[in-house]
């Protein structure tokens, strides 16, 4: 399985902006999908994820300002971000994988696809 990120940009703070993964090769759409990021400096922390049932799980971070969506005719995973803080600058990686517990979600070494990551600058 192969993923695309894109849709990072330059954006101000309280803007809005989308992310998509595109996956190709061998997909499934019994996989979760998840989005990881890594800020500058700091360590990989989770963002979102979304089974393949289309439930959703968000880090506290992010809850209530970020939606995670997938398009499974279309092998596409979204993430949608509104009331982008500065702190939410980071390079966004999409990762995918056969994970079967949503308490597997937020764990970055359960997925077994990533994608090459796009970045997201906020300007304040």
């Known amino acids: 399985v192969q993923l695309q990120a894109s849709g990072g940009g330059l954006v101000q703070a309280g803007g809005s902006l989308r992310l998509s993964c595109a996956a190709s090769?061998?997909?499934?759409?019994?996989?979760?999908m998840g989005w990881f990021r890594r800020a500058p400096g700091k360590e990989r922390e989770f963002v979102a994820a979304?089974?393949?049932?289309?439930?959703?799980s968000y880090s506290d971070s992010v809850k209530g300002r970020f939606t995670i969506s997938r398009d499974n005719a279309k092998n596409t995973m979204y993430l949608q971000m509104n009331s982008l803080k500065r702190e939410d600058t980071a390079v966004y990686y999409c990762?995918?994988?056969?994970?079967?517990?949503?308490?597997?979600?937020?764990?970055?070494?359960?997925?077994?696809?990533w994608g090459q990551g796009t970045l997201v600058t906020v300007s304040s």
């Open positions: 990762a995918a994988g056969p994970i079967s517990s949503n308490y597997m979600l937020s764990f970055a070494r359960y997925y077994a696809y």
């Open positions: 979304i089974n393949w049932s289309g439930g959703t």
């Open positions: 090769g061998r997909t499934s759409s019994r996989n979760a």
